[in-house]
């Protein structure tokens, strides 16, 4: 699985078409093929006080080199005594992810993070807050302060350093963990949640990914497929409209945002895109690549089951779900091949395997109104 799928750290998974019984409502399914290897690839930050972890999550534009001095620092003081010397600490100083939405530094058993630029520091307080409650207690990585601090300009958090999943074992990647994480988050009570918090952002970043498409992959020859299956969604599915639901949503799930807390289990992480709304799209991703052949009906089935069983409000408990899963996954479709398309372009090379499967995916799409969920902005 490339990272850019994703950003989960260049694991790979089977590709297969999902079996004739299950049913995937009206998001296309493509043809098996072979195990896709990742991709994501790491080169040395020019920061003597830094340095890059392997598997670094390092694409499009990165970060300043001011910003990741500046971030080690920060983090080496979360973890040291003012004025101490000396350290043999774990990781010092390394460079775990390294985007223009986002830069991450390791120092022994801490992380801080630099947001996005433009960043809102009262609703990330609010998101950062609501994952130190203790309802959310093994579900949301807590941070090690109540709110981010400005640094360069940048929002910062700091984080407690978590053991991400294998990239070397997709076998064991912990589909069951991820689905009753989510089912515990989803069903969270509503009083739990701080007056003001904002809606989940899950259609506002597939917005943010076909803008940056039409700024710079526009004259690929896939873009008018993309942004055709793009036009077909409902409004609030390209972030156009007010996000239905009320449940507490991450976002932005994949396997890359679970870690595990030291001597503890699963947890989610990031906390960006936190906030209420329908908790079907925080099943989308697993829900699209099933549905594309990316990843196996294996996979697909303990997730979902695993999610049923813990009693996840986001799907019936029984009986087809893609009535429900079928928009926020042709929306998350969308989003994946706009990404891929523009990291395809900027490195001035062909898709993948991974990557043709869902820019074709998009090109049946263009010609099928969505599923129930919601209405379609254009139809073929």
């Not at 001095?69 to 003012?82: D, E, M, S």
């Not at 929002?155 to 912990?174: I, N």
């Not at 990404?339 to 898709?351: E, F, I, S």
């Amino acid at each position: 699985m490339p990272a850019q799928l994703g950003s989960c750290a260049g694991i790979a998974f089977p590709r297969g078409t999902p079996s004739a019984t299950s049913p995937v409502g009206s998001l296309p399914r493509s043809s098996p093929g072979s195990p896709v290897q990742g991709t994501s690839t790491g080169s040395p930050v020019p920061v003597s006080t830094v340095r890059r972890a392997p598997g670094t999550s390092h694409q499009g534009v990165s970060v300043s080199a001011t910003v990741l001095r500046a971030l080690a620092a920060t983090v080496r003081g979360a973890v040291h005594l003012p004025g101490q010397h000396g350290c043999a600490c774990p990781a010092p100083g390394a460079v775990l992810a390294d985007r223009e939405d986002a830069a991450v530094v390791r120092h022994g058993e801490a992380v801080a993070k630099a947001h996005a630029p433009g960043t809102d520091p009262r609703e990330l307080a609010l998101r950062t807050a609501l994952a130190a409650h203790p309802a959310l207690g093994g579900v949301l990585l807590p941070p090690l302060r109540p709110g981010p601090v400005e640094l360069h300009g940048r929002p910062v958090t700091l984080w407690p350093y978590g053991e991400p999943v294998d990239p070397e074992d997709p076998e064991a990647a912990p589909w069951e963990a991820a689905a009753r994480l989510l089912a515990r988050l989803h069903r969270t009570d509503p009083g739990v949640l701080p007056p003001g918090l904002p809606a989940m952002r899950g259609p506002a970043r597939a917005a943010r990914a076909v803008a940056r498409l039409r700024a710079r992959a526009a004259a690929h020859p896939a873009a008018p497929a993309v942004l055709a299956a793009w036009s077909a969604l409902p409004p609030w599915a390209r972030g156009e409209a007010p996000v239905p639901g009320s449940a507490l949503c991450h976002g932005d799930v994949h396997l890359g945002q679970l870690v595990r807390e030291r001597g503890g289990g699963w947890v989610l992480i990031d906390v960006d895109d936190l906030g209420t709304g329908d908790p079907a799209w925080d099943l989308a991703r697993p829900a699209a690549w099933y549905a594309c052949g990316i990843l196996g009906p294996g996979e697909w089935a303990r997730f979902l089951s695993a999610y049923r069983l813990a009693g996840g409000p986001a799907v019936p408990a029984q009986g087809d779900p893609w009535p429900v899963l079928d928009v926020p996954a042709r929306a998350v479709t969308v989003q994946s091949a706009a990404l891929a398309l523009v990291k395809a372009t900027g490195a001035d090379r062909a898709l993948d395997e991974a990557e043709q499967s869902l820019t074709e995916a998009c090109v049946r799409m263009a010609g099928l109104a969505p599923g129930p969920a919601g209405e379609s902005g254009t139809s073929s």
